[in-house]
């Protein structure tokens, strides 16, 4: 069964006068994602990815069309916390994410809202910063922390509510390689060994790689989707809504095109100097 | 060619002679050519921010030199921000200094306080706007107003229209998308050819440092420990990758080639030099033509 | 730099100190303080002296720190204790115009003195063992009894604790942004009062901008954990009264007593 279900999702902001932007930010956007899926949502800024994201926690209705997770619909209001507590969303800006001055503190912030008694608490942000690597520094200030340790120690605050999914919108576009790194594996890490069902937005292709499957959005519409290497293997197609490919399928897509015989696109450098071996042998 | 800034053996401390002292940049020389394009690449925490903050007297080195054209910034420190408006900074997410009610207005604070005439100032902003690439109508709107990619633009605009004889530029590109990357890039490139002045540029991107850098700066825990052109830098990949950075990922592809006994050049950067280096290769063995 | 800053920071740690109910703590340091300003003789303020020493020892937390926290007010004390010096009553023991110095007037001086020192050390000693989180749960249940005149304690204490969180993070946003606008060749060190506080608006505008920015970001943050006010929200660390809470009361009685009694016998020298 799908546990998240889209149904032609439409949805506009409203401006400041509280009149609805004629432009859809989201517009009919149909999505089913499987429980222990790890799925990427990738696109520009401004394509409606962080307002899919929204609908996927309650924080955000619909227009029209409707968003089922775990089949229960967002726009039951009664849901509305259950619904949060089953989707956890990681945001973009780690430090704005965090509340209290202690980490441990913090992760407690989520499970203490849902009125969890305490002794089970402590259980479960213990587990939570286990499973992000953070357990040594649960007695640190979140503001001298590296921007990935932040973003971990944020992902802690969600796990920490048990959730069945986590939504995290461009968790990486403010951390270093390092930080993304850290934060890519602790995401790989919770899907595989937890699994738990990721949807990673972002705007990095490198990191798009490492999912199941590949939603490239645009203009509030699905563009395309598959598995990674069938996503990328359309270089032509995202190159003309110019977003870019990782180095090594551009490569092999210009080989390609000079009559060089690839069977499966490389995505990364290792496939890559594989494809290259394999071509010159 | 003339060395327009030269380091000598610039330190730097921070809270000296207190329990928490660290030094952040040690004994850093090196000199960088008029009109040059200086990558500068580390690891955060690797003294990068602190050795650039440095260039324009942001901060007073603890020991050693900056000279800007031959003399010593710190000479005359009263004259400090005389040496501010010839080494323009921008910081990392620099739209989150715009403060006045238009565009314009914030682009003509550097200028303004340069001392300069209405006349100078206006000529001052248009240009700094094209550079940019911000719309004339863009100048009159509030700076909140923008969108995200116009607000940084406006904000490098700043800088960039105090006409400095150096721009050092901190992460410019840092949580845009690709194409907001690509654009400003390729606009900072275009302003270079243009304005032949010094541009150093602080990325984590290897990919960005490869297509536009002349020569690159490596730190490492506070020391330089490589100053060299971007092909020669980037021919090293593993001494990079023992100090924690990385290659381009066409770099990495073709140096593990190499290892594995192919004939392919050192220190390729972009796909196109190495879609060339493959097909040579193929075409010398018959399978394409 | 700014954020050198050492009053109100937290160092985690299991001290006796540390280990005190937090709203015993609050307690204690309220009475500690009435009691620093009922000091009018040498030996209460020995007393004083004596229990703040021992607060600060058994605290657990490097005394450095302490008297970092003192750095900040040097200016503060330095100003009360030459006005209190010069403003004494009785015989002048030295004067040179309108300017005397008496006996009053020294003794002043340095009950002044020692009094703000203690009142700071005893309120870091607070602030260092204490997290804000705990600090603000223990003011949210110390005024409990108000939330029947519907007054917001429990959002009072959350505002307090996100502030506190917050403030680190704004004072290194104010470092970078004075340095952006620096970088443009903002004059901030020079020029009268009307052109300093001009000169400002470059670094408070984006400021305001950004905190309120964050706050809308904090906000939403906090709706997605499930956060809806303080009613059916647990705590992790629940605080109570203990054996040790007891006996640092009964510490506080004494030292009241030893005042009380200090003042009755002894006479009064201010």
Redesign the interface.
Known sequence: MNFISLENVVFSYTDDENVKCEKNAVDGVSLDIKKGEFVALLG???CGKSTIAKHL?A?LLPDSGRVLIDGDDTSDEEKT?DI??KV??V?Q?P????????V??DV???????????QE??ER?DYALKAVGMYEYR?H???KL??GQKQRVAIA??LA?LPECIVLDEPT??L????RDEVLSTLLNLNKEKNITVVLIT?Y??EAVLADRVVVMDSGKILTQGTPDKVFSQVELLKKH???V???T??AN??RG???KIDKMPLD?EA??KM??E??K | MSSVLELKNLSFVYGQKTPFEKRAVDNVSLSIEKGEFIGIIG??GSGKSTLVQMLNGLIQPTEGQVLLDGEDIWQNSKEIRKVRFKVGMVFQYPEYQLFEETVYKDIAFGPTNMGKTEQEIDMAVRKAAEFTDLKPELLQKSPFDL???EKRRAAIAGVIAMDPEVLVLDEPT???????R?VLLSQIVQYHKKRKNTILLVS?SM?DIARVADRIIVMNESHLVMFDKTREVFSHGRELEKI?L?V???T??ML??KE?G?DVPDGILT?DE??SA??S??KK?G??W | MVRDVAFGQ?F?GKSLIHKLDPRAKILLLIGFLVIIFCTFNYFSLLLVILFTALMIFSSGVPAKFYFKSLKVIIFILVITSVLNLFYGTGEPIWQWGIIKLTVNGINRAVFVTIRIICLILASSCLTFTT???ELTDAIERLMKPLNKIHFPVHEIAMMM??A??FV??LL?ETDKIMSAQKARGADMDSGNIIKRVKALMPVLIPLFVSAFR?AY??A?????????GGS???????IHMSKRDAFSFIALAAIICGVILCNIFIPAVI
Do not use: W
């Not at chain 1, 430090?95 to 202690?102: T, W």
């Open positions: 520009h800024n401004g926690n924080m916390y949060r507590k956890g969303l945001l800006n430090d704005n994410q965090l509340v209290a001055s202690i441990e503190e407690a912030f989520g499970p203490e809202n849902l009125g969890i008694p305490p608490i402590r942000v007695e200030a979140p503001f590296s921007g605050g969600i509510m576009a403010m270093d390689p390092n930080g705007h292709m490198d110019r977003l870019d990782p180095q090594s551009e490569l210009k080989l000079c009559g060089v450098t890559c100097v290259l071996e071509v010159l | 690891h955060t969108s995200g990619g840092a949580g845009l998308d690709p194409m907001g690509d984590h990919e924690g990385r381009p990922q066409i990495k592809i593990e080639l594995k192919y796909v190495a879609f493959v097909s290769l193929l063995e399978k394409i | 937290y985690p997290s804000p989180t604790s996100l506190l969180r680190p993070t290194e964050r970001e904090i939403t943050a906090m709706e997605c954990r499930c956060y809806r059916g929200r647990t705590k992790m660390k629940s």
